[in-house]
């Protein structure tokens, strides 16, 4: 049998068009490969057969034109959606035990669109609880693990989606990026993630973790579909103030290969000591690469990156402590009833708070809490912003002369199970160099250059201007089809 | 302890929800008295993922209302939340306005007895209003109506430039008559749209710095907020006399009791950890906008009192009464259309009618009279058929059965007797049974007069027209001396 979720969207497209695919088939096939690797990865927070068979035959019974007179780009392509994005009527709990049994009254924005272009939901994939972490260790249902050494975490927090992703378990997944969790395990599992810019895509439906910095993105096997995915999800919303009403360019018109006379920037703040050789080494290895068809490099400075962990780290957790405040056991999700069926309100919300959340939910929801407090919300909350804007600054000015930024996406390949959970801050520094374009706006990609000598993912980042995605697309498509090195899909 | 050797110091702030077609920030209806839970959506909810996004009419009404408050609405504004944990408000935060509302510094003026006062408004800023919670009395469960989660709310907060429980009384009254000028809210305290809590304190006239507060909460109307404050202003000055210090604390006023009584749960110290809500951007309002609305904004209550003085010729005092409430100045234009006598429409407005309305502790709006059946009344009295004693009784007829004045006469057979005939034939009868009386008058007693009318009156059950009766027996009295 086939395994229809190794091709690329237009490859499996051209296959449902010429040999009459239907979905039911890729269902099964999904199932199947499911049934096979999925033990081995631990991908997906829900899966559920009979749903996704359903879901198939109703695609079935309708023709591409019947299901969309728009078109129906994705029609019959299977995605998989992080668990924190909502998804009418079915579990949509962001691995928290908080949000045990959680079905949703409603779709996100992302995913009704999805729905409206015919792409096959498949499930939800694990995630860092609330995308706190950048292990995926921190589920409520255990780890997944890294496709190409399973003793290897696979990034986060959206290591659910790029595990499923590059184990060939779905063709497109959607992931969400709040100080990196698209790029970061993109980077790891060796697939292409992109953080679109602040107000590209509408967050209505995602749950917030740090609203003025998350977005949501594709993360693929390859640019093409990265950008075929982000031709589905980008757009102004009404539900969401903070989407940008900007027009939405074609991005696989951006699909160009030719970066010549593309200035691109290489900030010296971001190689650092502690940088991995391998990692060091495949990023000349492409800037050389880029070098040859004609790009221009430049050293740059980003002076204020040295402390963006810790802004974001302020901001983010701020932000998250009133975000989770609303999960109390009143409305849905979990609730800790006493036995004795004595308890006051406000008991069963700290009993139920006290239990439902894991040990980093905590811990952030504290660290935030305590930044907005009175007589350190100046300290804290209100210089983090302003250093925020500092940092913005860098960015402005570096693209006054630069049209991308050009870095590692993160210091190391993938690091070992349980190796920096219990080194919160060890674990921090992973985000190093994806967190500033969050703090920033500005759209990012990660996609692969190679691979460690222990045969792990390394990932590059680019960065570019607000709402310049289009120059980013064209710079990581142009490197992917001409980087030199052999894809080696993982053993599994 | 002299109480004239003290002053009083009163700031209120007024919680004023608007009557939008939806919510505050989702499409939700926007509606009392619905069944619980059924006006909510995801947004209101609270729940995961969804965002909130600003209703223009909410926008726009509460600019109207800052304008007319005659505050400077900012240039730029945002959004905070208010984050504290309780079950009526889903999100665990409300959306707020902190450091950056949507005005300041405006004024309203009020006329008291010592003449205009003006009291100044500390700011006018929007937030969601919350849910509703009814506990169980046993203690085993509570109640969650949602319903009213996310409406429409402003902030009225004045200066505490207020010196009396009369003045908070004026001040409430001059701020209902106001908003209902603009049609923005019901202004209903008993169902909640408009809510009040007021800060009091006391101090001694040469003393500079305030007195300690105490805030008041749970007035439901405004005669309410009134006895509350003279209540807190009475305990106050007992508890200074007898040497005591007032404790700054939150009171809740006992409508029942007639007292106010310290708030039993211990009011802890929030902290609210304020901060700009990141799923609402920054708003830069226009000059553009705020014109285009001080522009549309309507007539306001005190130029329409110096309309109605210089257009009708009405007194100062008549002009202000009847501006006070929208819906009978309306009435009384109506009325001066239909027939051209401002001064007695003014009258009966103010006097009969008014008084109606104080004793049945109702509102003008509710009444079902028209302008046709007031100006039809005074139309009678004006051409002699009933006299103004007589249209007292047929007001409230008029008020109670909705008929018009010309039935309620017709069917008593109310009408006035103004026969001169039969006047003349009742007089002679009069004077010859109370001969004393008239040689009273003759003699000089002027006032003896007066008895002679009312015994007329009484043969007639009060149906004579008393200026014809009165003509009639100083003519008999005059022609008989000759």
């Known amino acids: 049998m086939n395994n229809f979720c190794e091709f690329s969207v237009y490859q499996l497209l051209e296959c449902i068009r010429k040999d009459n695919v239907k979905a039911t088939d890729i269902a099964h096939s999904v199932i199947d490969r499911y049934n096979n690797i999925e033990p081995k990865v631990s991908g997906f927070a829900h899966f559920d057969k009979d749903i996704l068979l359903e879901r198939a035959a109703i695609l079935d019974s309708q023709s591409r034109e019947e299901h969309s007179p728009a078109g129906s780009m994705l029609f019959k392509i299977p995605v998989v959606v992080k668990d924190n994005i909502c998804v009418y009527d079915e579990l949509t709990t962001c691995a928290s035990k908080i949000l045990e049994g959680f079905r949703p009254p409603y779709d996100a924005t992302v995913v009704k669109k999805l729905k409206e272009s015919g792409a096959l939901l498949v499930g939800k994939a694990n995630m860092d609880e609330f995308a706190f972490g950048s292990s995926c260790e921190t589920s409520c249902y255990g780890p997944t693990k890294n496709p190409y050494d399973s003793e290897r975490i696979p990034g986060g927090s959206s290591g659910g989606s790029a595990a499923l992703t590059a184990s060939d378990q779905t063709v497109l997944a959607l992931g969400s990026d709040t100080g990196g969790s698209i790029r970061q395990p993109a980077a790891l599992c060796g697939v292409v993630g992109l953080k679109p810019t602040y107000g590209r895509v509408s967050r209505y439906g995602l749950i917030a973790f740090g609203s003025s910095l998350d977005q949501i993105g594709p993360i693929t096997r390859d640019v093409t579909d990265c950008a075929m995915l982000l031709n589905i999800i980008a757009g102004y919303d009404e539900m969401d103030s903070t989407s940008a009403d900007t027009a939405v360019p074609d991005y696989t018109k951006a699909l160009l290969d030719d970066v010549k006379g593309l200035r691109i920037g290489i900030p010296k703040e971001y190689f650092i000591d502690g940088l991995d050789q391998d990692v060091r080494a495949r990023i000349d290895d492409a800037i050389l690469v880029l070098k040859e068809l004609g790009a221009k490099f430049k050293e740059i400075s980003l002076p204020h990156t040295e402390y963006a962990v810790s802004v974001y780290y302020i901001v983010g957790c701020s932000e998250a ?101 219990k080194d919160p801050l060890s674990m921090y520094l992973s985000d190093i160099f994806t967190i500033p374009a969050n703090l920033a706006g500005i759209p990012a990609i990660s996609l692969p250059c190679g691979y460690s000598n222990d045969g792990l993912p390394i990932g590059l980042q680019l960065m570019a201007k607000h709402f310049d995605e289009e120059t980013l697309i064209r710079a990581a498509y142009t490197y992917e089809q001409n980087s030199k090195w052999k894809r080696i899909k993982p053993k599994l | 302890m002299d109480k004239k050797h003290y002053m009083t110091t009163i700031g209120l702030e007024i919680h004023l929800q608007l009557s939008t077609k939806t919510k505050a920030f989702c499409g939700c209806v926007n509606e009392f008295g619905k069944e619980p839970n059924t006006a909510v959506c995801p947004v209101c909810l609270g729940l995961p993922g969804s965002l909130p996004v600003l209703n223009k009419e909410y926008f726009y009404r509460a600019i109207k209302v800052a304008l007319s408050l005659n505050c400077t609405v900012s240039g730029r504004m945002r959004f905070d939340r208010k984050n504290y944990f309780y079950p009526d408000l889903p999100k665990n935060y409300q959306i707020s306005q902190y450091d950056m509302p949507l005005s300041n510094k405006g004024y309203l003026d009020i006329v008291t007895a010592q003449g205009l006062k003006r009291i100044g408004i500390t700011r006018v800023h ?49 701020l209902k008559s106001l908003l209902e000028y603009l049609d923005v809210s019901d202004c209903n305290m008993e169902e909640g749209s408009l809510r009040c809590d007021a800060n009091i304190s006391i101090r001694q006239k040469q003393q500079k710095e305030l007195g300690t507060k105490v805030e008041l909460k749970n007035m439901n109307s405004f005669k309410g907020v009134k006895r509350a404050l003279e209540y807190e202003q009475k305990r106050q000055l007992e508890t200074i006399s007898a040497g005591e210090e007032i404790v700054q604390e939150t009171r809740l006023w006992n409508e029942d009791k007639k007292r106010t009584e310290p708030m039993r749960t211990k ?17 830069t309002i226009s000059q553009d906008i705020v014109e285009k609305i001080r522009e549309s904004l309507p007539e306001m209550p005190q130029v329409k009192c110096s309309r109605f003085k210089n257009e009708y010729n009405l007194s100062e005092y008549d002009a202000s009464v009847l501006i006070m409430d929208k819906c009978m100045s309306d009435f009384f234009e109506h009325c001066v259309k239909l027939y051209a006598q401002p001064k007695s429409i003014a009258n009966w407005l103010i006097g009969e009618l008014q008084s109606y309305l104080n004793e049945h502790n109702s509102e003008f709006k509710f009444l079902s009279i028209t302008p046709l059946h007031l100006t039809g009344m005074i139309g009678l009295i004006d051409k002699g058929v009933i006299s103004n004693k007589m249209a007292k009784g047929i007001l409230v007829e008029i008020l109670s059965t909705g008929k018009t004045a010309e039935n309620i006469v017709k069917e008593k057979g109310l009408s006035q007797l103004t026969d001169q005939s039969a006047i003349q034939e009742l007089a002679y009868e009069v004077l010859k049974e109370n001969p004393k009386v008239k040689d009273d008058y003759i003699s000089g007693k002027r006032n ?35």
């Open chain 2, 267 to 283: 009011e802890e110290a929030h902290d609210y950890r304020y901060f700009p809500d990141p799923d609402l951007a920054d708003f």
């Open chain 2, 126 to 174: 929007m937030e969601e209003d919350a849910g509703k919670l009814i506990h169980d009395e046993n203690g085993v469960f509570s109640l969650i109506d949602l319903n009213r989660t996310g409406t429409p709310l402003l902030e009225i907060v004045s200066e505490p430039d207020i010196s009396s429980p009369e003045e908070a009384h004026l001040y409430l009254k001059n």
């Open chain 2, 448 to 482: 003896a007069l007066g008895f002679l009318v009312g015994q007329l009156m009484k043969k007639t059950q009060g149906k004579a027209n008393p200026v014809v009766a009165n003509q009639m027996l100083k003519y008999i009295i005059e022609k008989d001396k000759t």
């Open chain 1, 321 to 421: 402590s009133s975000n989770l405040a609303r999960f109390d056991g009143v409305k849905y999700g979990f609730r800790r009833q006493a036995e004795s069926g004595k308890q006051s309100l406000i008991d069963m919300c700290k009993d139920t708070r006290g239990a439902g959340f894991g040990l980093e939910a905590k811990r952030r929801i504290i660290l935030g809490t305590y930044s907005l407090s009175s007589g350190y919300y100046d300290a804290y909350y209100l210089k983090a912003q302003k250093v925020r804007t500092l940092i913005k600054k860098d960015f402005e000015k570096a693209f006054s002369d630069c049209d991308i930024i050009l870095t590692p996406t993160v210091p190391t390949p993938a690091f070992k199970i349980g190796e920096k959970i």
